[in-house]
């Protein structure tokens, strides 16, 4: 049976793993910006039937305004619209440094209103769990893009998130792929042709490294369609993709269609 990682281990774990992007064109950012750049963690909820009711419960009304107090936020919450887990509840909480990160549980713990919310979620008994299973990654934001950037309250309704993973053959290819990020121009070209940015992350954990992470926001599909054609149509975009050794960075995607729910803060 595989021994329980604990946060710090996971953040001890990831820093050795990041030592390798040292190197990388956004290594040539000041270390002011590096140092202010969130750890995003991402919680997934895998539920079955009438798990999804408690958990929206538990996130609305004890975990959110908990963790807002603590110092996090604001907090996304998202069902699957396309893609696969569509039963999957996404909860992405930015942390304003990996020490923010590790002290939540303790603010938790400490926080007498959230117990008290929170009751029916802890509590529940064996024969009842909260969910199925809960895989938590974590990311570094870019230190070109260190904070997340909500849509606002103004969002059309019916907005949709996309979030998208990219993996990388070795740890050279990945740096390779973020600097086209960071000082490539590419968040730029996002921009301009409609793919409006919530987030970019490198990975710290998970089964598939080197990777990043990267969430966009559409008013509707349509608007992602044109966006993602004009994005592949730019021409500074063809130019940056046909620069030597740009083209072989990324083997391959994951790629999801999220929808938040209504007390969600992102």
Request: proline share 8%; net charge positive; charged share 20%.
């Amino acid at each position: 049976m595989p021994h329980p990682i604990g946060r710090r281990s996971m953040l001890a774990a990831a820093a050795a793993g990041g030592v390798a992007l040292a190197t990388s064109p956004a290594g040539a950012k000041s270390r002011s910006n590096e140092d202010a750049a969130e750890i995003f963690e991402l919680r997934t909820y895998r539920l079955i039937g009438a798990m999804r009711d408690r958990l929206d419960a538990y996130l609305k009304d004890a975990f959110i305004p908990a963790a807002r107090r603590a110092g996090c936020g604001p907090v996304g919450v998202f069902g699957v619209a396309i893609g696969p887990g569509s039963a999957d509840v996404l909860v992405l909480i930015p942390h304003a440094s990996p020490a923010a990160f590790l002290e939540l549980p303790g603010k938790l713990a400490a926080d007498a209103g959230y117990a008290r919310a929170a009751a029916i979620y802890s509590d529940a008994p064996l024969t009842s769990p909260p969910y199925v299973s809960l895989e938590v990654k974590l990311m570094r934001a870019f230190a070109a893009f260190p904070r997340v950037a909500p849509p606002g309250p103004a969002a059309e309704t019916g907005r949709i998130f996309e979030l998208r993973t990219y993996h990388s053959h070795s740890e050279k290819a990945g740096t390779t792929k973020i600097g086209m990020f960071e000082t490539g121009g590419e968040i730029d070209i996002f921009r301009r042709t409609g793919l409006t940015p919530v987030f970019f992350a490198q990975d710290l954990t998970g089964t598939h490294l080197p990777s990043l992470t990267y969430m966009l926001t559409f008013p509707d599909l349509a608007a992602r369609e044109r966006s993602w054609k004009a994005f592949g149509a730019d021409p500074d975009w063809r130019r940056l993709i046909a620069m030597p050794g740009l083209a072989e960075t990324v083997t391959d995607i994951d790629n999801r269609i999220l929808s938040p729910t209504r007390y969600s803060q992102i």
